[in-house]
Structures are given as C-alpha cells and as structure tokens.
C-alpha cells in the first residue's frame, strides 16, 4: 500500500478544499466517524455530505474526486448500467472511492438549494455552513439506527420463512445442488436467522441499541459460546459441514424465537418447529442410505 495522507491529514484536506471551494456551501461528516459509540480504526470510511451550488458540475466529470489522493478504485451506484444518472435531476449522487493510501471516502454531493429535502437521520458532524442553512443541523445519536420492535406478523412470517426455506435446503443437499442449498441456507435462512437474533439482542437492551450495519457488532453483544454458534451456522461449501451447519442454524433460531416470543408476548409454535426439523432429517436419512446403496455416487 502506497504511503499518503495519514487520517488526521485527510480529514483536513477535507476540510481545507471544501472551505475554499466556492461552489460548496456546506458540509457534513456522517457515519462511523460521528458516532463516538461507533468502531474507529483505519478501516473506518469518511461519509462526507457537500451541499454544493451547481450540482451538475461536481456529477458530469468526477475528476474531482483526484484532488484527494491516488484513486485505487472507484464506484458511482447512482450510475449504473440500468438506471444511468441525469446531472439535471437535482437528485443526491453518491461517489464512492478508495485511495491508493488506504483512506476511503463516500462523498455524497446534494444540490443545496433541495437540502431541506434531505433527511439523514445518521449520526452526523456538521464540518462548516457558509449561508447558516436552518436545516442542517448535527446528530448526536445512532438512534435511528436501533434495533426495532417487530410486530406480531413481522415476527410470524419471519419464523415461517425460515422454517420454509429448511426444506429448500434439504432438498438441495438430497440432490447435491450446491449452490441451491448454499443461497437458501446463507442468503434465505441467513437473512431470517440474523433477524432474530438481532430482535433477542434488541429485547435484552430495550431496542436501545444497534447491531450496525450488517450486524457488524454482533460479537460485542453475544458471548463467546453464542458467537461461536453463529459461526457453526454458517459452513463451508462440504455437504455435510452444510447438514451440519442447517442443523445448527435451525436449533439456533427455534431458541431465539421462542425465548423472543415470550418476551414479546407472541405465539410460538413449538410442535411445528419439531415436525419440520423432523421432516429433513427425515429425508437426510433415507439420502444417506440412499447414497450407501449406491456406493456414494451423487443422486440425480
């Protein structure tokens, strides 16, 4: 990795090229970085907001995004092959850029003349206002971000669709369907799992607090037994680690919910837990004799 700017030098280049741009008349830091209960190392990304005049002339050419450092790589979602941005939209424009140095940057460049219409509920550190806009104002909390209370039919469909996708992922490891099993364990059951287990950790803090994103603080409110059990959940690509890992997962989840259920004074269905968990180890039973029979050879 190329050395460049350290943090501290970033943030006041940063600071420094805004201040003096004349088209740019406020800015924001948001995220991580303004949220001192928040991760801070030197991963952490900057999240700067320009609310600039003229915003077509920061989105027609990015070249801009070069006074910062060295550009590694660079992403504009807003951008994309199949919903091309117009610079005349007036609408929010997102570049995302990670510099040669390590330092990263999301910048997110509003037409200030629509800046009331922004309404970023994140933690944010307002950097400088030239024209004393009333409706910027700084964010002192990740409250928006905590864990919300879901309601008896979230919960319900959520204990449903996981129980549901169980089958799938039965059904793709009787086959020996890979991928099939894989998406419907990790990114079916994953999702609903991940869910729950953030609705428990919310329960036992009064939906007081935040997982992050992706539930990236996960380990700072489970102990080392539980993360572990986490990890078991999700296996490598190996049939029977995903056997394995579904019956984890699955022991997991029916725990969390029932325990979620009572705190929450929602029904749990505890007889349907065990009929379908039954179910496919039921059909793993007869695959494995199956496959005995015929010498191990994979089944169509």
């Known amino acids: 990795m190329k050395k460049g700017l350290t943090q501290e030098e970033m943030y006041a280049r940063i600071l420094k090229k805004a201040e003096e741009d004349e088209r740019i008349r406020a800015a924001a830091m948001d995220g991580s970085r303004a949220n001192p209960a928040a991760l801070h190392d030197r991963y952490s990304d900057f999240d700067i ?3 600039v005049r003229d915003p077509g002339a920061f989105t027609r050419d990015t070249g801009w995004i070069r006074e910062y450092g060295e550009v590694l790589i660079a992403q504009f979602p807003d951008d994309w092959h199949d919903h ?3 610079p005349d939209s007036g609408q929010p424009f997102h570049c995302l850029v990670q510099y040669a140095d390590g330092n990263r940057i999301d910048f997110t460049i509003w037409d200030v003349s629509r800046g009331a219409e922004e309404e970023n509920r ?5 950097l400088f206002d030239k024209d004393g806009c009333a409706w910027l104002k700084p964010v002192e909390t990740d409250a928006s971000h905590w864990i919300r209370r879901p309601g008896k039919k979230e919960y319900l469909d959520c204990v449903n669709e996981f129980r549901w996708l169980s089958l799938y992922v039965a059904k793709g490891l009787c086959r020996d369907q890979f991928n099939y099993a894989r998406f419907h364990l990790a990114e ?10 953030n609705w428990k950790i919310g329960l036992d803090h009064d939906f007081r607090i935040t997982t992050g994103s992706k539930s990236k603080y996960l380990k700072k409110y489970l102990s080392a037994e539980e993360m572990a059990r986490v990890k078991a959940a999700f296996p490598d690509g190996e049939t029977e680690h995903m056997w394995t890992g579904l019956g984890v997962m699955y022991d997991y989840f029916e725990e969390l919910a029932a325990e979620t259920a009572e705190g929450l004074g929602y029904p749990y269905d505890a007889k349907e837990a065990e009929s379908v968990k039954g179910f496919w180890q039921e059909r793993k039973k007869e695959n494995d004799i199956q496959r005995t029979v015929s010498g191990g050879r994979d089944s169509l």
């Open 84 to 86: 091309p941005y117009d």
């Open 188 to 197: 079916g059951m994953g999702v609903m799992f991940l869910k729950m287990l």
């Open 122 to 126: 994140d933690p944010r550190r307002v």
């Open 49 to 51: 907001v320009f609310f």
